[in-house]
């Protein structure tokens, strides 16, 4: 296939979709389609049934689902987007981008009518809805429900602000998200996210962030580490056809943030699929001014203050998810998946007893939760007190709300309305 144009490559491939269905006939026939129990209108061209494979106007659902949709003329290819999130197929071609990821599709999306017709399952599946085939009506049923997530609302003196507890990398069946709280964003005057990631570090603290990751006295990995590990580390290196060494010149906390990164792209995880980067393209969409409650910086230096027993046996901690291996004593490290589906059920009792098990460690209970909130805190009742009585959508990994140290326990302590929504 040939490379698609710089519109395409400039999309940050992040969730989007694509489809096609399975049915009795092996004839050309009309159908309809269903978006969670609400019929999607056609008007010039219809979906049709052929050779059991539902085709359906790309540019009709796609934007019936909120994507903004771009023709690629030379490249006979569709190009949709909303908040980040893409897709892009290509006439002829079975394979599809979502988010920058091929999708192989049964059939090839075609041109009918003029109209470019893309596979319904493709589009369903790919942003994570249930795709059914209802076949005595003739209807595709595209059903998802919206993630019950975690927010709350805090009031004081008619002033409100929304906090959001997030998963920062995230995939497709994050979404949607529940009407209130996307309601909840729209009314804020501003959005404020732990750290800015759709703005890139500057110069400077791009180089304090690389000078933190890694070692100035001569010293490497192996000797910060025991051999164990480094022979760990060394066969994950092989098997991705790198250089044994080359993560010598980085400390423990770099190399276990750089494998984690490894693992959660290899599951369909992105960061461009986290809650806070989809907030924050609406934000920069609809010109909302955005906030931050940390920076860069001051998080590297969190990792870099652990302890180096810590870093290791967050290292071994990674390698074990990847190999398997009996578990690393004093394992706290939940798992993308874990985080995810709490995050969708919006498991409140699931959320304390994952809270709980990172207090079995209580370094990385300290530095990663307990010493930050004091700065949160401060921040957040400084919004609750603003003059203007503007609103503000908060949104910081949804670790920091629950539990006896947690944002949403120390507001209600300190007096302020606390609801959980």
Request: no cysteine.
């Amino acid at each position: 296939m040939k490379k698609l144009t710089s519109l395409f490559i400039a999309l940050v491939m992040v969730f989007v979709l694509a489809t096609s269905v399975q049915a009795e006939t092996t004839t050309s026939s009309a159908a309809t389609v269903w978006l969670n129990g609400k019929q999607v209108q056609f008007v010039d061209n219809q979906p049709f049934v052929e050779k059991g494979t539902t085709f359906v106007p790309a540019s009709t659902v796609l934007e019936a689902l909120g994507y903004a949709v771009a023709w690629d003329e030379e490249n006979s290819a569709i190009i949709a987007e909303k908040y980040g999130f893409s897709i892009a197929v290509q006439v002829g071609n079975v394979v599809g981008y979502v988010n920058g990821i091929e999708r192989t599709m049964t059939v090839a999306p075609k041109i009918e009518n003029d109209t470019v017709y893309v596979p319904i399952r493709f589009i369903g599946e790919a942003i994570g809805y249930d795709v059914d085939w209802d076949g005595q009506t003739r209807a595709v049923l595209l059903t998802k429900e919206a993630s019950k997530g975690y927010i709350w609302k805090v009031e004081k003196d008619g002033v409100e602000v929304h906090l959001l507890g997030s998963v920062h990398l995230g995939d497709a069946s994050m979404y949607p998200l529940r009407d209130e709280v996307e309601a909840a964003f729209d009314n804020a005057d501003h959005l404020v996210v732990e750290v800015n990631v759709a703005q890139v570090p500057d110069k400077q603290t791009a180089q304090e962030i690389a000078t933190l990751q890694t070692y100035s006295d001569g010293s490497t990995l192996k000797d910060h580490v025991s051999a164990e590990t480094y022979k760990r580390v060394q066969t994950f290196l092989t098997d991705l056809g790198l250089e044994i060494n080359a993560y010598d010149a980085f400390k423990p906390w770099a190399v276990y943030l750089d494998m984690s990164n490894y693992v959660a792209a290899t599951s369909g995880y992105q960061g461009g699929l986290g809650i806070d980067r989809y907030y924050l393209n609406r934000a920069q969409e609809q010109n909302k001014p955005i906030l931050e409650l940390e920076s860069y910086i001051s998080q590297v230096k969190i990792f870099d203050s652990y302890s180096k027993e810590l870093q290791e046996q967050q290292v071994n901690e990674v390698l074990d998810g990847i190999y398997g291996g009996t578990e690393t004593a004093g394992s706290t490290e939940p798992s993308i998946q874990v985080l995810t589906d709490l995050w969708i059920q919006g498991d409140d009792a699931g959320l304390e007893q994952l809270i709980a098990s990172i207090q079995e460690s209580p370094e990385l209970y300290e530095k990663l939760l307990k010493a930050r909130h004091a700065g949160m805190i401060e921040k957040i009742e400084g919004y609750l007190n603003n003059d203007n009585k503007d609103s503000y959508f908060i949104i910081t990994g949804y670790l920091h709300m629950l539990g006896e140290d947690g944002l949403v326990t120390s507001l209600k302590e300190k007096g302020y309305t606390v609801t959980r929504i």
